[in-house]
């Protein structure tokens, strides 16, 4: 398969990093909505009456410092690099956006989803419930 085909069958939507995170909030934060397009850049978690946005981002597309951030294509290596920096600038414009807005940001990264505990403990200091 080549590079093309493999980048679009990469999902937007329902990824599994993003179904883990939302399997974690229903157990003790249920409540959240799915994809608000009336938000800036329609996050994937949306707490309306707690104003409060999760964003879950894939390492390589948004550019993590991890170890799967940092590895890039080695062809056409210009435009990902050009194609990872847009997609960070973007992502500053729309927390820039909630700021404005006095909303409270989150964005979970893809590597985070690893390590369970850690990541509900976040998640539970973020949307404000006891453990």
């Not at 999760?54 to 890039?72: Q, T």
């Amino acid at each position: 398969m080549d590079r093309s085909a493999v980048m679009r069958a990469v999902k937007g939507r329902d990824t599994t990093p993003e179904l883990f995170t939302r399997r974690l909030l229903h157990g003790f934060a249920p409540g959240y909505r799915l994809c608000r397009r009336d938000l800036p850049g329609a996050p994937d978690i949306a707490y309306i009456g707690r104003k409060k946005a999760i964003f879950v981002h894939g390492c390589f597309w948004h550019g993590h410092d991890c170890k799967r951030g940092a590895r890039m294509p080695k062809t056409n290596a210009e435009y990902w690099l050009e194609k990872i920096a847009r997609n960070r600038a973007r992502d500053e414009k729309h927390r820039a956006a909630y700021d404005a807005m006095g909303w409270d940001v989150l964005t979970v990264w893809e590597c985070e989803t690893r390590d369970r505990q850690a990541l509900a403990a976040r998640l539970r200091a973020f949307v404000g419930t006891a453990d």
